[in-house]
């Protein structure tokens, strides 16, 4: 019983992981038709703000929960003015363009703080128990931090008057411009958010992980397939696809191991991909968030 | 007609590549030939990419997976079968099979290019977190293990009838160089071939391609599979440059540099990439050596500056320039004759008219032949 | 009216839904061998929709589509193209990139050995009067003439079923004169349905029309008994300009 409640866990981990680094490509992507190759190094800054930020004595909470999307965020804003705005329209541009950015990210990360580790932090709040097993609080903590984003996203999008907004410039770009929705902005605070929420990601489980200016690649191979096998739908998309492919990925890698796990993740992928070549909230229809 | 269009510039693009295989190696030393087969095998990985994007549209981001795979494979099966021969066969062989799979899945699904791109590339992530993970005696194929990211030794090329005779690394040059060539005059011939224009067909619209009864899922899965077993080749050549392969060939590095040799050198050129794999081979080298700039930054502003600036890359730049240089030149001889003829009165108009005709002519015909197929 | 062949294409019940827009509604037609039937409608009738049905290029919502015995509903655009349909869209579809010769010849070559689809190019080049821009990319084309290109890929196909999408659109008088002349000469070795707006186009090509109005079949008769027509007269003539 321990034991199912302890793997359960380790699965629920997993999905939330994979949602959490995969949501604002996914908000990028279902509101923008921009697939960001940079997503990965966004991740990697947030990462190296909250490392940075708490060795210079910041408040680490501060530091994930504030500083780490701040930064990004901003970053984002400026990287979508300064380049993605050329490109609207130009997906394959886009790409190669966001490609470019991700390598400049890494260059500059690197010339700076070093090719190697940063000094890293260990992740707060212990350990819990379960039965004989333990299971580390904060893993417990990042699974309730996805969720509670994952709502606050929805809310955002139902609710307020910017996700009104946004909503229709991504149904019909043109028919929000004729009524006056300026799509420039909508798009610009779109990318800016989606960057914040990576940022936040990548500063949340550099505690885990440790940063390195390419860690950013480990986590866009994930990323990429949670959005592409969810659809265009962000969050019907990132959380379907997180629940399939994190919970597959973590069943088979408990019963057999890591390695499996991963290529048990890629050949669910594929199989999806080929009976449901939109993902699966399907890429026509843009209705559900 | 249709097929038969600048062969000549094909040919002599192979024979400048065989005289430098025949001359370099008097020429340069033993170093910079070792050196030389890397940048060739990076150059044919290069050409399999401007195959399946220039040619056929086709937006593979991962063409290094394929690359790796044709490493790896070579390398586990060379160490298995205790001769090189059949070794480069199964590698070219499992990379083309590999590509069979993938792009079945992709083209029979019809997922656009844009998923394409993002799939390809994360199957060559996916592959690099793989096979780091497979350090240890656990895993091996045979009687080679997979060495995780350590990565495996890989046996030199031996002469096809004595596995006993292993190349010396200034003759795997000549099998490289040798290698390119081949591989050079074989995709070009294939973009000339009934299956290479109907894949270029594609890329410039695939629904009429379509209406005009071509499989299109079909072909992009064939030129896919080419190029693949191109890239195969490409990684046999390198893991012999370098003398082993690890699981850095998957990595998004080497992914990003196979893309910028295409964007730089030119979609739609097989001799671009080429270059452009060789002008960036010499200039992340000479880079690697100090410290101060990072490579990651420069291929970043390159590929950003090219999107931006270059989005045709240089080749194709350079022969539109060329060719809006060559119509400049026409029409100023035009005007002169025009000149002429007016100052010499209205004598022997019919004649001027003639002439003047021409270069007007030559004009379309010679657009026609740069927007068609540049190589 | 009925030309006395056998039917040829025949659509049962075929509707096309795009979320609540009824594109394609219901629709029963039939095509005899040797005919040569216009389709006419207001804009947003369905016409084209009808037409990408037809071809594989839309999964109808409902229906089925025969094409000589063979159910064709669910196959894909080139297997309908492999039956010996040649298909112009409203939209002009060519390889913009590529010479004119070579968009020719890749249609020819489709079906015909080398030497049979070089001569084949040849004379489609002639029949089009394209000889003079064979190696210009279509790209670089007036629209007119890019038309042509297109109808020259339909026709050195050699299809024994046509179906074209407003082919004169955009053509001059001229063009549109030689543009009908071309599908008369079509239809001595092929059926056609014909997608065309201009009515003195239509007169000049067609006996019976079938006039699309709201996704549905209205009419199916004569060019004169529909401009007789009050309700064709007011779904269609009336709402032209
Ligand atoms: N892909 C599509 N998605 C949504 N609606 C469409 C699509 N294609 C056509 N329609 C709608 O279907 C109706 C019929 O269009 P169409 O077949 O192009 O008409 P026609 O060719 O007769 O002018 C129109 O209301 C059009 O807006
Ligand atoms: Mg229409």
Redesign the interface.
């Known amino acids: 019983m321990d034991l199912v409640a302890a793997v359960g866990l380790q699965i629920l981990y997993g999905i939330a992981n994979l949602a959490l680094i995969s949501l604002g490509l996914a908000i990028i992507f279902g509101m923008m038709r921009v697939i960001n190759l940079a997503h990965g190094e966004f991740l990697m800054l947030g990462g190296y703000t909250v490392v940075i930020a708490a060795n210079a004595g910041v408040n680490l909470w501060v530091a994930m929960l504030i500083l780490a999307p701040l930064v990004v965020g901003v970053i984002g804003v400026v990287v979508e003015r300064l380049l993605i705005r050329w490109l609207y329209g130009r997906m394959i541009d886009t790409l190669l363009a966001t490609w470019g950015l991700s390598l400049l990210f890494i260059g500059i990360v690197t010339s700076i703080f070093g090719a190697s580790t940063a000094t890293t932090i260990s992740p707060p709040l212990g350990v819990v128990s379960i039965g004989e097993y333990t299971s580390s609080a904060y893993e417990l903590l990042l699974i309730g931090i996805t969720v509670a984003l994952g709502i606050a996203v929805f809310l955002v999008l139902k609710m307020t008057s910017l996700g009104l907004v946004a909503r229709g410039t991504m149904q019909n770009a043109e028919m929000a411009s004729a009524l006056g929705v300026s799509t420039s902005r909508v798009y610009m605070i779109t990318f800016g958010i989606g960057a914040a929420i990576s940022g936040l990601a990548g500063g949340l489980l550099a505690p885990v992980t440790g940063v390195l200016p390419t860690i950013g690649a480990v986590y866009i191979a994930k990323a990429f397939i949670t959005v592409i096998s969810g659809g265009a739908a962000i969050l019907a998309g990132t959380a379907s696809a997180s629940v399939l492919l994190g919970g597959v990925n973590g069943i088979a890698a408990f019963l057999t191991g890591p390695t499996i796990g991963e290529v048990a993740l890629l050949v669910t992928a594929i199989v999806l991909l080929r009976l449901m070549p939109r993902g699966i909230t399907g890429g026509l229809f843009r209705k559900s968030l | 007609?249709?097929l038969a269009r600048d062969v000549r510039g094909t040919l002599a693009i192979a024979a400048v590549g065989v005289l430098f295989m025949l001359i370099a190696p008097s020429v340069l030393e033993l170093f910079t030939i070792i050196n030389l087969t890397t940048a060739i095998a990076l150059a044919v990985l290069a050409l399999s990419l401007a195959l399946v994007w220039g040619y056929g549209g086709i937006l593979c981001f991962g063409q290094n997976a394929f690359f790796g795979i044709g490493a790896y494979a070579y390398t586990i099966a060379a160490i298995n079968f205790g001769g090189s021969s059949w070794a480069i066969l199964v590698a070219i062989l499992v990379a083309v099979a590999f590509a069979v799979v993938i792009g079945y899945v992709m083209f029979y699904g019809r997922v656009s290019d844009v998923y394409l791109a993002v799939i390809t590339l994360t199957v060559s992530l996916i592959l690099y977190s793989l096979i780091r993970r497979t350090s240890g005696p656990d895993y091996k194929i045979g009687k080679s293990l997979l060495g995780g990211f350590n990565g495996i030794t890989s046996p030199p090329i031996n002469l096809p009838w004595d596995p006993s005779f292993v190349l010396f690394p200034e003759h795997v040059f000549y099998v490289a160089m040798g290698a390119l060539v081949v591989a050079y005059l074989f995709t070009s011939w294939l973009t000339r071939t009934?299956f290479g224009?109907?894949c270029?067909?594609i890329r410039?619209?695939e629904?009429?391609?379509?209406?005009?009864?071509?499989?299109?899922r079909l072909y992009k899965l064939g030129i896919f599979a080419v190029g693949a077993g191109v890239a195969g080749l490409a990684g046999v050549l390198f893991c012999n440059g370098v003398g082993r392969v690890t699981p850095d060939v998957f990595n998004l590095y080497n992914a990003a540099l196979t893309i910028i040799w295409v964007i730089v050198g030119g979609r739609g050129t097989l001799i671009g990439p080429i270059l452009g794999a060789f002008g960036l081979f010499y200039l992340t080298s000479a880079l690697g050596t100090q410290s101060t700039v990072n490579n990651n930054l420069v291929l970043g502003i390159i590929l950003v500056v090219f999107v931006l600036g270059v989005p045709k890359g240089v080749i194709p730049t350079l022969a539109g320039w060329m060719a809006a240089r060559r119509t400049r030149r026409a029409l100023r001889a035009r005007e002169r004759r025009m000149r002429l003829r007016r100052a010499r009165g209205g004598g022997g108009r019919n004649d001027g008219a003639g002439a003047g005709a021409g270069p007007g002519g030559g004009g379309?015909?010679g657009?026609?032949?740069g927007?068609?197929a540049p190589e | 009216m009925r030309q006395g062949g056998e039917v040829v294409l025949e659509t049962r019940g075929l509707s096309m839904h795009f979320g609540g827009v009824r594109a394609v509604d219901r629709v029963d037609f039939a095509l005899y061998e040797h005919e040569l039937r216009c389709l006419i409608g207001p804009n947003g009738a369905g016409k084209s929709t009808f037409f990408k049905c037809l071809?594989g290029?839309l999964r109808p919502s409902a229906g089925s589509v025969v094409i000589r015995d063979l159910h064709v509903t669910d196959r894909?655009?080139?297997e309908v193209?492999?039956l010996g349909v040649g298909?112009k869209?409203q939209v002009p579809?060519?390889?913009?990139?590529?010479?004119v010769?070579?968009n020719i010849?890749?249609?020819a070559?489709?079906?015909h050995p080398?030497a049979r689809s070089?001569s084949l190019t040849a004379e489609t080049l002639e029949r089009l009067q394209l000889g003079d821009?064979r190696?210009?990319?279509v790209?670089?084309l007036a629209h007119g003439q890019r038309q042509w290109v297109?109808l020259g890929?339909v026709v050195a196909?050699e299809p024994w079923l046509v179906l074209l999408d407003e082919p004169a659109a955009g053509m001059t008088h001229e063009e549109t004169v030689r543009t009908a002349e071309l599908i008369r000469e079509i239809n001595r070795t092929a059926t056609l349905i014909v997608v065309e707006h201009d009515m003195q186009f239509i007169r000049m090509i067609s006996h019976l029309v079938t006039v699309f109005h709201e996704g549905r079949i209205l009419m199916e008769d004569t060019m004169e008994a529909i401009s007789a027509d009050p309700r064709a007269r007011e779904v269609y003539l009336g709402h032209r300009g």
């Open positions: 007609m249709i009934h224009r109907v270029v067909s410039e619209n629904l009429r391609a379509e209406l005009l009864g071509y499989d299109v379309p015909a657009a026609g032949r927007a068609g | 071809t290029q894909e655009p080139f193209a492999a298909i869209t579809n060519v390889f913009e990139g590529l010479a010769e070579e010849w890749l249609s070559r489709r079906w080398p070089r821009i190696s210009s990319p790209g670089r297109e890929m196909a």
